[in-house]
Nanobody, 128 residues
Framework: QVQLVESGGGSVQAGGSLRLSCAASGDIYRRNCMGWFRQAPGKEREGVAAIYTRGGTTRYADSVKGRFTISRDSAANTVYLQMNSLKPEDTAMYYC?????????????????????WGHGTQVTVSS
C-alpha cells in the first residue's frame, strides 16, 4: 500500500506563502503520479497540480498557475506544493494523492481522476 502524510498547512495573510509537504511511502509503482487537490466548504474537490514523479513534468490548474509550484524530492520521497501570492479563495483543505498512471494521463488534465491513495489533508486558511 501507499501512505501519504501532508504537513505545512496553516493560516496566512493574503499575499503570503506556504509550502505544503507530502511524505510518501510504499510501492513506488503505485505512486508515480502524484497530485494536490483542495476542497473548500460547499464546493467540489478540484485538482490543483499534478506531477509525474519519474520525470518531474507537471500540470497546474489555471486558478493557481504562476502562483503555485509542485515539485518533488525523489531521494526524500516527498512532494511539495509551494504556494505564493495566496488569496482568500485558496482557503481549503488540501489533500495529497497518488496513483499509478503514465505521464500522459498523469499530467493530461486535472479533472476527476482515479487517484486511489489519499492523505488526510492539511488546512490552508488565507485571511484578507
Amino acid at each position: 500500500q501507499v501512505q501519504l502524510v501532508e504537513s505545512g498547512g496553516g493560516s496566512v495573510q493574503a499575499g503570503g506563502s506556504l509550502r505544503l509537504s507530502c511524505a510518501a511511502s510504499g510501492d513506488i509503482y503505485r505512486r508515480n503520479c502524484m497530485g494536490w487537490f483542495r476542497q473548500a466548504p460547499g464546493k467540489e474537490r478540484e485538482g490543483v497540480a499534478a506531477i509525474y514523479t519519474r520525470g518531474g513534468t507537471t500540470r497546474y490548474a489555471d486558478s493557481v498557475k504562476g502562483r503555485f509550484t509542485i515539485s518533488r524530492d525523489s531521494a526524500a520521497n516527498t512532494v511539495y506544493l509551494q504556494m505564493n501570492s495566496l488569496k482568500p479563495e485558496d482557503t481549503a483543505m488540501y489533500y495529497c494523492a497518488a496513483r499509478f498512471a503514465p505521464e500522459s494521463r498523469c499530467i493530461g488534465g486535472l479533472g476527476p481522476a482515479p487517484y486511489n491513495y489519499w492523505g488526510h489533508g492539511t488546512q490552508v486558511t488565507v485571511s484578507s
